[in-house]
Each structure stands twice: as structure tokens, then as C-alpha cells.
């Protein structure tokens, strides 16, 4: 599967560009590439949404689309116009940009950080055919196991999520096409976190593809 038209800026910070060029959770964006047809955010932690970033990606037509938990941070940080912000709960699903957009709940089973109560949430987009899962900060739970998507986005640095081994397991049930893990080598984890992960995936399914599009920036 060509996933060239993929990029992994730092942490989750993802830009997949198709039919529409979508970004989830932008952080650390250099470039003020105004191109962002739709931005998604997952939570409202400094490393998921960061206002300068969205400046930078924005343009007269960006669509941002947010947890409804976060409806005033977003409306007073970002810099987004209301009438151009979609805000949805976990769970429910709607069309931007004429893409069909699904929520999943992403929390922690037992750790602090990010709580179901908070009401956070991975999305599941459908572009040119591909249902892009991006969870978000997450554990695996009984929420994400029900996913169905060709490829998957998956935290594998541990402490505040999911670590690489659990990661496996989970992508070896869930069985995308491809996988590409983030959240690791920077705030949390090790570089070689990437790596670690695909060994143990082979070890489970080796017929996934896997992607390290974050030890390409190492």
C-alpha cells in the first residue's frame, strides 16, 4: 500500500493529503503552508492542539473539527472562525468536506491522563476509498477494538498511552492494511520505540505493513 502521500511531523502530528489534504492534532509545524482542508483535533493537551500551529495551516477554507468538550478552548485559542468549527461527542459521525468522519472514544483504562469522562476522541476518515484511523491519545480498550479502517494511526510510547507491545496486540486483532505508529521519540518514548514495534507486530501478524514515518525524521 503507497503511503506516500503520508507525513509525521512530530508526536501525532499527521498531514495526509488526497482528494482533500487533512491534518490531525498539528504541533511543531514549521511551515505556513495555509493548505489544511480539515484539521482534527483529538484533545486539548499542549501537544494536540496547538493554536500557532493551526495559524500556520489554516487557510480562507479550513474546516477544524474538535470534541464537543473542547467547543469554547477551541472557539477562544484557535483562531478559527465558530461557523467553520465542527464540534462532535465520541461516538457520533457526520460529513466534512464531503468525507464521512467517525468518532472513536480514546481514554486510558487506569492512568490519569486522559479520562472517558473527558470525552476525547480518534476519528475515522474515509477519503478516495481509504478509512484513515487516527486514535488519539489512548489504551487499548473496548472502544477502539470495534474499529474497522485500512489504516491505522497508533501511540506506542507508553506512560501516558498504549505502549509498543500493547500496540501490537491491538494491531494484530484489528488487522488494518498498514499501520503507522506515533507519539514516541520526543515528549515520551525512545527512538527506537518505531522499530521495537515492528518487530513485535511481525511476531503477531506479519502480514501487516508497517510504516516509520517518524524514525524517517530521526
Same mark, same amino acid.
Given at each position: 500500500?503507497?503511503?506516500?502521500?503520508i507525513?509525521?511531523?512530530t508526536?501525532?502530528?499527521i498531514r495526509?493529503?488526497g482528494s482533500k489534504?487533512l491534518?490531525f492534532?498539528p504541533?511543531?509545524?514549521q511551515?505556513a503552508?495555509?493548505?489544511?482542508?480539515?484539521?482534527?483535533?483529538t484533545? @486539548?493537551?499542549?501537544?494536540h492542539?496547538?493554536?500557532?500551529?493551526?495559524?500556520?495551516i489554516?487557510?480562507e477554507g479550513?474546516?477544524?473539527?474538535?470534541?464537543?468538550?473542547?467547543?469554547?478552548?477551541?472557539?477562544?485559542e484557535?483562531?478559527?472562525d465558530?461557523?467553520?468549527?465542527l464540534?462532535l461527542?465520541p461516538g457520533?459521525s457526520?460529513?466534512v468536506?464531503?468525507?464521512?468522519v467517525e468518532?472513536?472514544?480514546a481514554y486510558?483504562?487506569?492512568?490519569?491522563?486522559h479520562?472517558?469522562?473527558?470525552?476525547?476522541?480518534?476519528?475515522?476518515v474515509?477519503? @478516495?476509498g481509504i478509512?484513515y484511523?487516527v486514535?488519539?491519545d489512548?489504551d487499548?480498550?473496548e472502544d477502539?477494538?470495534?474499529?474497522?479502517?485500512d489504516?491505522?494511526?497508533?501511540p506506542?510510547?507508553?506512560?501516558?498511552t498504549m505502549?509498543?507491545?500493547q500496540?501490537?496486540?491491538?494491531i494484530?486483532?484489528l488487522k488494518?492494511?498498514?499501520?503507522?505508529p506515533?507519539h514516541?521519540g520526543?515528549i515520551v518514548?525512545k527512538k527506537? @520505540?518505531?522499530q521495537?514495534?515492528q518487530r513485535?507486530?511481525?511476531?503477531?501478524?506479519?502480514?501487516?505493513q508497517?510504516?516509520?514515518?517518524l524514525d524517517e525524521?530521526a
Amino acid at each position: 500500500m503507497n503511503l506516500d502521500n503520508i507525513t509525521v511531523n512530530t508526536q501525532s502530528s499527521i498531514r495526509i493529503a488526497g482528494s482533500k489534504v487533512l491534518y490531525f492534532d498539528p504541533f511543531q509545524v514549521q511551515t505556513a503552508a495555509h493548505d489544511a482542508d480539515v484539521i482534527f483535533i483529538t484533545h @486539548d493537551h499542549y501537544d494536540h492542539f496547538e493554536p500557532d500551529s493551526i495559524k500556520r495551516i489554516s487557510g480562507e477554507g479550513t474546516l477544524l473539527v474538535a470534541p464537543e468538550s473542547m467547543k469554547s478552548k477551541v472557539l477562544s485559542e484557535s483562531g478559527m472562525d465558530a461557523q467553520k468549527c465542527l464540534f462532535l461527542n465520541p461516538g457520533e459521525s457526520g460529513e466534512v468536506c464531503g468525507l464521512n468522519v467517525e468518532t472513536i472514544p480514546a481514554y486510558n483504562k487506569l492512568k490519569p491522563f486522559h479520562t472517558k469522562g473527558k470525552k476525547w476522541q480518534g476519528y475515522v476518515v474515509t477519503m @478516495d476509498g481509504i478509512r484513515y484511523y487516527v486514535s488519539g491519545d489512548t489504551d487499548v480498550n473496548e472502544d477502539i477494538e470495534k474499529v474497522q479502517c485500512d489504516v491505522a494511526f497508533i501511540p506506542i510510547g507508553g506512560f501516558y498511552t498504549m505502549d509498543g507491545k500493547q500496540a501490537a496486540e491491538y494491531i494484530g486483532k484489528l488487522k488494518p492494511k498498514a499501520v503507522i505508529p506515533t507519539h514516541y521519540g520526543s515528549i515520551v518514548g525512545k527512538k527506537t @520505540d518505531g522499530q521495537d514495534f515492528q518487530r513485535d507486530l511481525t511476531k503477531v501478524d506479519g502480514g501487516i505493513q508497517v510504516e516509520l514515518k517518524l524514525d524517517e525524521l530521526a
